[in-house]
């Protein structure tokens, strides 16, 4: 279970994943801009990491400037219904955990 966990169980690439899911096919510049506080080579160091495991496709068209775009596999799709219970899991439970910290 955690060398399956460990590929996308961190910061950056579960929010990469629902937002790939939300938006579909996306260029790096549109992902930056959509985490604004990510930098390029953290967000290229876990869609490089994204895509070696499978969750993510990477296309590079040939043309000038070179244009690469992202979307989620199959397999990547498969885990969205996973993470969305994950997150309202936390939503539900957002209070007790500011109460834990506030102890």
């Known amino acids: 279970m955690r ?6 169980a961190n910061k950056w690439s579960m929010l990469l994943l629902v937002i790939l899911d ?3 096919v996306m260029r790096f510049n549109e992902l930056s801009r959509a985490i604004a ?6 967000l290229s160091g876990h869609l490089k990491t994204l895509e070696s495991v499978g969750l993510v496709k990477r296309i590079i068209y040939a043309e ?11 397999l990547g799709r498969t885990l969205i219904p996973i993470l969305n ?7 539900e439970h957002l209070k ?3 109460q834990s910290t506030n102890h």
């Open 3 to 8: 060398n399956v966990i460990a590929h996308f």
């Open 85 to 91: 219970q994950l997150s309202e899991w936390g939503r």
């Open 22 to 24: 939300e938006f579909g």
């Open 37 to 42: 506080d990510i930098s390029p080579k953290v």
């Open 64 to 74: 000038v400037p070179p244009r690469t775009e992202y979307e989620l596999t199959d």
């Open 96 to 98: 007790d955990f500011q």
